[in-house]
């Protein structure tokens, strides 16, 4: 965070930044290392960096997948979700009938059967 200071009425205020031009030239605002994470924000901060960097990270694991590494395309698969050695497509499991679809085919059913015993009761007539 930045440094503060106490401002007009006994406030805190940001402390002024130097220009970017004077930053730059000044060697030690330069050299300085990139912010600490604090160790209970590290998984926020590992999270955010991959979910950033996740479309660089997908194309590097394609390209040497696509070279024939054996080891990049097994962790493409894993990470696809086949892990499955019998199956490269995850099998897709068919919903059971409704109770009403039953019922609704149970009816169609008989009402073909009734027609067509009042089509047998009138050609005997």
Known sequence: MGERRRGKGGRFVAA?????????????????????????????????????????????????????????????????GFQEKGSLVPAVQRREKSLEQILLEQWEADRVRDAADAAALAALD
């Not at 031009?21 to 600490?36: L, M, N």
């Not at 997908?58 to 080891?71: I, N, T, W």
Request: one cysteine or more.
């Open 16 to 80: 002024e930044k130097p220009p970017a031009e004077e930053a730059a030239a000044d060697p030690e605002v330069a050299e300085q290392p990139a912010r600490r994470v604090r160790p209970r924000f590290c998984r926020v901060y590992v999270r955010n960096r991959i979910a950033h960097d996740l479309p660089l990270i997908v194309d590097a694991l394609l390209e040497r997948a696509m070279e024939g590494s054996v080891p990049h395309i097994a962790l493409m698969l894993k990470t696809a």
